[in-house]
């Protein structure tokens, strides 16, 4: 039974990231915090897989740092699109 709650947990909340990355579309603040939280569902997700087959966890810190880069990278994404355009709005600028 804790197995099945140990795997089921994170691919709900990988879902939920997902269906909350496509439904909000508006702001480019919500997606990015909807990426992060699919990502770290997937850590979480990750996490439970190699502590389950008694791996070292040596990757997981190496998915969580690469997981910082891109955060990283999407708020200066942001800023500079706030910057150039005064707002995070999709629909406020032309992509052309």
């Not at 197995?3 to 909000?24: A, H, K, Q």
């Not at 939280?37 to 389950?52: A, E, G, P, R, T």
């Not at 990278?73 to 910057?83: A, F, W």
């Amino acid at each position: 039974m804790l197995m099945i709650l140990n795997w089921c947990l994170p691919s709900i909340l990988f879902i939920m990231g997902v269906f909350t990355f496509v439904s909000n579309r508006k702001h480019l603040l919500s997606m990015l915090l909807s990426l992060e939280y699919i990502v770290l569902s997937l850590f979480l997700l990750l996490f439970v897989y190699l502590n389950m087959y008694n791996y070292e966890n040596f990757f997981s810190m190496m998915f969580l740092t690469f997981s910082v880069c891109e955060g990283a990278l999407g708020l200066s994404i942001l800023v500079s699109m706030i910057r150039t355009h005064g707002n995070d709005y999709f629909q406020s600028f032309n992509v052309l």
